[in-house]
């Protein structure tokens, strides 16, 4: 089944502690992305990668890190966690990025994250 | 002012009714937009798309863009309670590097 997976779904922690958020797709796919999402603020893009050589910042990206070193896996990194970064989190996919809207972006079923 | 813009209800209506949904968007140069459907506890999923110039229908779902207005609507009909999501209006970045997406809006359909 094509499919893109997060783990952890579900995340407590406190302000300072490092953690990963691990993200991977089965579909071969060269575009990978992460975003927030924020009640009343929608979804917005943290990082994106058009392919392994290639990551970039997006809109929110202040607090976190990405990793592309192998196509299937983009994990998101916050190395110092703030409650500000308290938020849903979507991993997602497409085969070359979103410049053709027959391209399906698949996306994760979610990291809901708590910062103490 | 935001690129896409969404009101994000709620929005509840009985078994069968007609839905519309709506979003403005402010840049003339968006392309074609996009509606997602987000169940609750799940990922955003791709409902429907058009280009900026035209209307779509798939079975009870019909989305329309409006150039003059810059407005994009997302029409269901014989609305089911498995309709019962949040939908999110979409275009793209121009560097095709990122969905914009509007805030939502949450329809509950009640049988």
């Known amino acids: 089944e094509a499919q893109v997976t997060q783990n952890p779904r579900y995340l407590i922690t406190v302000t300072g502690k490092k953690l990963t958020v691990t993200c991977s797709q089965n579909m071969n796919h060269e575009y990978m992305s992460w975003y927030r999402q924020d009640p009343g603020l929608g979804l917005r893009q943290i990082y994106y990668s058009m392919n392994v050589e290639v990551t970039d910042k997006g809109d929110v990206p202040e607090g976190y890190k990405v990793s592309r070193k192998e196509k299937r896996n983009f994990p998101l990194i916050l190395e110092s966690p703030s409650p500000n970064q308290t938020s849903l989190y979507f991993c997602a996919s497409s085969l070359f990025g979103q410049g053709d809207p027959q391209e399906t972006q698949y996306f994760g079923p979610g990291t809901r994250l708590l910062v103490l | 002012q935001k690129e896409v813009e969404q009101d994000p209800g709620p929005l509840s209506v009985p078994e069968g009714a007609i839905v519309s949904l709506n979003c403005t968007y402010s840049?003339?140069?968006?392309?074609?937009f996009m509606w997602y459907r987000q169940y609750s506890r799940k990922g955003p999923e791709l409902l429907m798309y058009?280009?900026?110039?035209g209307n779509k229908e798939d079975g009870r779902f019909t989305a329309q863009v409006d150039k003059s207005s810059k407005y994009i609507s997302l029409f269901i009909r014989d609305s089911q309670p498995s309709d019962s999501a949040t939908y999110l209006c979409a275009t793209t970045n121009q560097a095709g590097t990122a969905l914009i997406f509007g805030k939502g809006t949450t329809l509950s359909v009640s049988s």
């Open positions: 058009t280009y900026s110039s």
């Open positions: 840049n003339s140069a968006f392309q074609y």
